[in-house]
T-cell receptor
Framework: RKEVEQDPGPFNVPEGATVAFNCTYSNSASQSFFWYRQDCRKEPKLLMS???SGNEDGRFTAQLNRASQYISLLIRDSKLSDSATYLCVVYNFNKFYFGSGTKLNVKP | EPEVTQTPSHQVTQMGQEVILRCVPISNHLYFYWYRQILGQKVEFLVSFYNNEISEKSEIFDDQFSVERPDGSNFTLKIRSTKLEDSAMYFC???????????FGEGSRLTVL
């Protein structure tokens, strides 16, 4: 079983739409959780850390469900510039594990 | 804003040659990492480095690979006897503490012919 699993997408949504991604992780002892954004042929960039209580940063909301071992990312009012691949990252036992990413295409 | 810098941005080499990829992590960071991403695939962990020694390495990181922190700022990845399948983007990353977010450099694209 993979450490981190994501739906690869692509999610094709119109501007202004709300879109949600989920990610599941296999190790219940995982300690830290993050969402990164990666544009084509660029480096991953931190979007937000995910805290147990959930957290929000502008149009982005992240949730952690430890009981079910999944993390979610909600993007409201999608912009064209949100088009990218969103990577779920989980830290445990001295390693960061990356999901394969979920591709988002926001269309005008 | 402080950033991780990597050189070269692109290197083309012949199979069997040795390459050295260089990274300058963010200055107050203590944990350093190399990751690899083959085109179209996921980001894969290679190695982590702390306190001048390797703290973790993946099964990919075999004897062909080595890392070094030759001075107080540089962190290098050496790939000996490159193979075609080593062609990938290599990302350096650093962090202040063990479990907190990673900051990535822009990557070094390695093409092995």
């Amino acid at each position: 079983r993979k450490e981190v699993e994501q739906d690869p997408g692509p999610f094709n949504v119109p501007e202004g739409a709300t879109v949600a991604f989920n990610c599941t992780y296999s190790n219940s002892a995982s300690q830290s959780f993050f969402w990164y954004r990666q544009d084509c042929r660029k480096e991953p960039k931190l979007l937000m850390s995910v805290y147990s209580s959930g957290n929000e940063d502008g149009r982005f909301t992240a949730q952690l469900n430890r009981a079910s071992q999944y993390i979610s990312l909600l993007i409201r009012d999608s912009k064209l510039s949100d088009s990218a691949t969103y990577l779920c990252v989980v830290y445990n036992f001295n390693k960061f594990y990356f999901g394969s990413g979920t591709k988002l295409n926001v269309k005008p | 804003e402080p950033e991780v810098t990597q050189t070269p941005s692109h290197q083309v080499t012949q199979m069997g040659q040795e390459v050295i990829l260089r990274c300058v992590p963010i200055s107050n960071h203590l944990y350093f990492y190399w990751y690899r991403q083959i085109l179209g695939q996921k980001v894969e962990f290679l190695v982590s480095f702390y306190n001048n020694e390797i703290s973790e390495k993946s099964e990919i990181f075999d004897d062909q690979f080595s890392v070094e922190r030759p001075d107080g700022s540089n962190f290098t990845l050496k790939i000996r006897s490159t193979k075609l399948e080593d062609s990938a983007m290599y990302f350096c990353a650093s962090s202040t503490e063990r479990e907190v977010e990673l900051f990535f450099g822009e990557g070094s694209r390695l093409t092995v012919l």
